[in-house]
């Protein structure tokens, strides 16, 4: 894994983390009554840690490891 690899790894990250939290505040500045900000939260959660697991995987020596 070279240097490019590593820090293209990391603006990922740093861009995927960015935008959920920003998502994740913008919520809460908004004033999103209780049971829909606990979902939309909880949305905001999920597609951010599915985002972090399929770029991980794209950077595995292999590439996705696909299902048969």
């Not at 939290?21 to 909880?42: D, M, Q």
């Amino acid at each position: 894994m070279g240097i490019e690899t590593l820090l293209s790894l990391v603006v990922y990250v740093l861009v995927i983390g960015a935008i959920c939290w920003l998502l994740w505040w913008l919520i809460g500045f908004v004033g999103v009554p209780e049971p829909f900000s606990k979902i939309a939260r909880g949305v905001v959660a999920v597609v951010g840690v599915v985002l972090l697991i399929g770029v991980l995987l794209q950077f595995l020596p292999g590439g996705v490891p696909r299902l048969r």
